[in-house]
C-alpha cells in the first residue's frame, strides 16, 4: 500500500460551504484541477476559480430535481480505481475515466431540516444519497484517495500537503477514512431514528445511536478507564451543549454529575421562582425554592452539607453575585445555570479548580426523547422518564386530606424523588428537602437513612428537632409494607405521596389512617436504576 499519495484532482460537494473558498482556492494554487457539482461549482465560479462541472465529466445533466448527478462511472470509477492495478487502468483508459484524487462531500443537511420542525416530505428530500456513496467509495479506496467531511479538517488537510509536498501519508488518509465512515453512519442512524419515529414504529428491528467527539477525558469512572465525550447533535440544553467560562477540564464524573443536576433542576420553571439542586454521585444532597437565588442554594445546602462539599451546584435561573458568593464559602466541583452575571463571573475567577458553565436555557423535563444503556451483548433503550404530575392528578386515599401547604410540598418532593436512585425517598418541608435516603436494596432502609441525615444535620445546625418534623415523603415506588411508611411517620412525617399499585395498599392505607397522616397516589412511578 502507498505511503504517500499525490493530489491533482478533486471533486467538490458541500451543502455546508463554510471554509469553502478558501480550501478551493488553496488547492487550484497548488495546481490541484477542480471538479465540482450545482451550486458548489457555481459559488466556485463566483470567486473567480476554474472549475468542471460533474455534468461535462459524466456527459449526463444534472436531472431529477438534482437527484441524480454523481451516480456515474465517470465518479465512481475515478474514486474507485486502484492506481497500481494494470485491468484497473485499463478501463480507465477504455472508457475515459480520469482519478480522482480528493474528495471533499458533506451532506443535505437532514439533521438540521428534522431538528427545526418539518414534514415528511421534506424531510426525505433532504435525504442524501449521491453524497454517501461518494464518501463511501473514497474512504474505500484510501490507499489513494483522501476524503474530507467535515470543514473542521479543511486546515489540517492543507497543512498535511504543505508538509508532504502536494501529497497525503497513509496515516492520514486512514484517519479521514474513518471519520468519514463515521459521519455516514451517523447520518444513517439519524434517517432510520427519524423515520421510525415518523411512521411510528417504537421499537424498530435495528436501532442505532451516534454522536461527535466533544472531548478525550483524562479518564473514565476510575483512572484506568479510558473515556471520551460525545454529543448527540441534539439542541436540548445542558452540560454536552454548555459553554465552560473556567476552571480545568470536566472529568467523566463531572460530565454525569452535572447531567443529573441540571436535569432535576430543570423541573423547577423560573417563573415559579429560584431553585437550586445539589448533586453528589448522581444523587441530589439538597434541593430548594427561596425567594432569591442565594436564599435557594442556602437552604439546598442545609439540607446535607457534609454531602454537599464538592459537589454540584445547579441553578434554574441566573447565576447573581450573592449566589457565587454563597457557593464559594464551601468546594464546589461544578455550577451550572441558564446564565451568569458578568461580576458573578468575577468572583468565580480566583476560584481556579472551580468550573463555572452557563446554558441558553433549561430544559424542558417534558420534552420526548430516549435514554439508553449498555447491557452485556446489547443495550437497553426506553422513553426518556418525562413523566409528571399535578394537584389534579393525584387521589387521596387517607381520611384525611393533606393541607394546601402540605400538597404544595409533596408536589415538590415528587419532583426530586424522580431524580433520586431507587429505592427513592425524599422528606421535604416549605419547599426544601430535609432528607434524602438514595439507592438502597430496602425503601425502609431508605426511609431511615433520609431520616438519620436530618437528625444529623439539625444537631450540626443547632436545632431542637430535626426537620424531618412537620415534613411530607415522597417514595418513587409503592411501599409494599407498611413498615417503610412507618418509619416516615416515626421521623415525623405528616403526609405522603406515592405511586401505589401494591397489593397491600389497603394495609399501608390502614396504617397511614392510624397514624392519622394524608395519602395521595400518583398511579406513576419514577424508579431510577
Avoid at 137 to 144: G, R, S, Y
Avoid at 313 to 340: C, K, M
Avoid at 448 to 453: H, N, P, S, V
Wanted: net charge negative; with cysteine; aromatic share 6%.
Amino acid at each position: 500500500m502507498t505511503d504517500l499519495a499525490p493530489l491533482k484532482r478533486a471533486l467538490i460537494s458541500v451543502s455546508d460551504k463554510t471554509g469553502l473558498i478558501d480550501l478551493a482556492k488553496a488547492l487550484a494554487a497548488r495546481q490541484i484541477a477542480l471538479v465540482s457539482t450545482g451550486g458548489t461549482a457555481r459559488a466556485l465560479r463566483e470567486a473567480g476559480l476554474k472549475v468542471q462541472d460533474v455534468a461535462d465529466l459524466t456527459g449526463y445533466p444534472e436531472m431529477m430535481d438534482g437527484r441524480v448527478k454523481t451516480l456515474h462511472p465517470a465518479v465512481h470509477g475515478g474514486l474507485l480505481a486502484l492506481r497500481e492495478d494494470e485491468a484497473h487502468l485499463g478501463a480507465m483508459k477504455a472508457h475515459g475515466i480520469a482519478p480522482i484524487d480528493l474528495l471533499v462531500v458533506n451532506l443535505y443537511p437532514f439533521e438540521e431540516t428534522v431538528a427545526r420542525g418539518t414534514d415528511y416530505a421534506e424531510a426525505v428530500e433532504n435525504i442524501d444519497i449521491g453524497g454517501p456513496a461518494m464518501i463511501r467509495a473514497a474512504a474505500k479506496n484510501h490507499a489513494h484517495v483522501t476524503v474530507v467531511t467535515d470543514p473542521e479538517d479543511y486546515i489540517p488537510l492543507l497543512s498535511e500537503l504543505d508538509a508532504q509536498e502536494g501529497r497525503t501519508r497513509l496515516a492520514f488518509r486512514q484517519m479521514q477514512a474513518q471519520r468519514a465512515y463515521a459521519r455516514t453512519a451517523a447520518y444513517d442512524a439519524a434517517v432510520s431514528t427519524w423515520m421510525a419515529g415518523a411512521i411510528g414504529v417504537d421499537a424498530p428491528r435495528g436501532r442505532v445511536f451516534a454522536g461527535k467527539l466533544a472531548q478525550t477525558l483524562r479518564y473514565g469512572e476510575n483512572p484506568h478507564q479510558a473515556a471520551a465525550f460525545y454529543r448527540d447533535g441534539s439542541d436540548r440544553p445542558g452540560v454536552a451543549n454548555a459553554i465552560q467560562h473556567q476552571g480545568k477540564e470536566l472529568s467523566y464524573n463531572n460530565i454525569n454529575d452535572t447531567d443529573a443536576a441540571f436535569e432535576l433542576v430543570a423541573e423547577f420553571l423560573p417563573a415559579d421562582g429560584p431553585a437550586c439542586a445539589i448533586i453528589k454521585h448522581a444523587n441530589p444532597c439538597g434541593v430548594a425554592r427561596g425567594a432569591t437565588l442565594a436564599e435557594a442554594y442556602s437552604r439546598a445546602y442545609d439540607c446535607d452539607r457534609t454531602s454537599a462539599f464538592g459537589g454540584i451546584v445547579a441553578l434554574n435561573s441566573r447565576l447573581d453575585l450573592a449566589t457565587a458568593q454563597a457557593i464559594t464559602e464551601i468546594f464546589a466541583e461544578v455550577v451550572i445555570a441558564p446564565g451568569a452575571d458578568e461580576d458573578a463571573i468575577a468572583h468565580f475567577a480566583a476560584k481556579k479548580n472551580l468550573r463555572l458553565l452557563t446554558t441558553k436555557g433549561l430544559a424542558n423535563p417534558a420534552a420526548p426523547g430516549l435514554a439508553w444503556r449498555q447491557v452485556a451483548g446489547g443495550f437497553l433503550v426506553q422513553d426518556r422518564d418525562n413523566g409528571g404530575v399535578r394537584a389534579d392528578d393525584l387521589r387521596v386515599v387517607t381520611k384525611r386530606a393533606p393541607t394546601d401547604a402540605e400538597l404544595a410540598d409533596l408536589l415538590f418532593a415528587w419532583k426530586v424523588a424522580k431524580h433520586v436512585k431507587s429505592n427513592a425517598i425524599v422528606y421535604a418541608r416549605d419547599q426544601a428537602t430535609v432528607g434524602v435516603g438514595a439507592g438502597q436494596m430496602s425503601r425502609v432502609d431508605s426511609s431511615r437513612i433520609a431520616a438519620q441525615k436530618s437528625r444529623d444535620m439539625a444537631e450540626a445546625l443547632g436545632l431542637d428537632a430535626p426537620l424531618t418534623q412537620g415534613s411530607v415523603v415522597a417514595s418513587d415506588a409503592f411501599f409494599p409494607f407498611p413498615d417503610g411508611l412507618m418509619a416516615a411517620a416515626e421521623a415525623g412525617a405528616t403526609a405522603i405521596i406515592q405511586p401505589g399499585g401494591s397489593m397491600r395498599d389497603a394495609d399501608v392505607i390502614d396504617a397511614a389512617d392510624a397514624a392519622g397522616l394524608a395519602m395521595v397516589f400518583t398511579g406513576q412511578r419514577h424508579f431510577r436504576h
